[in-house]
């Protein structure tokens, strides 16, 4: 009977592991996605600075 606790522990241990690894991985995509978002505002804002710089006055 002991045994059978101990892998039904186990297997719960298992599950919030596979748990745990699935919200690192959404967190870490999330993360991907702003850093991209950021780097396309920062280069839309690069290049109105540059046509802004390009124009004569």
Not at 17 to 35: G, L, N, S, Y
């Amino acid at each position: 009977m002991g045994i059978w606790l101990e892998l039904g522990i186990f297997g719960l241990v298992f599950v919030f592991a596979f748990w745990q690894m699935h919200d690192v991985r959404k967190a870490q995509e999330q993360t991907r996605e702003q850093r991209a978002r950021e780097k396309a505002a920062q280069e839309a804002a690069d290049q109105a600075t540059e046509k802004a710089d390009d124009k004569p006055t």
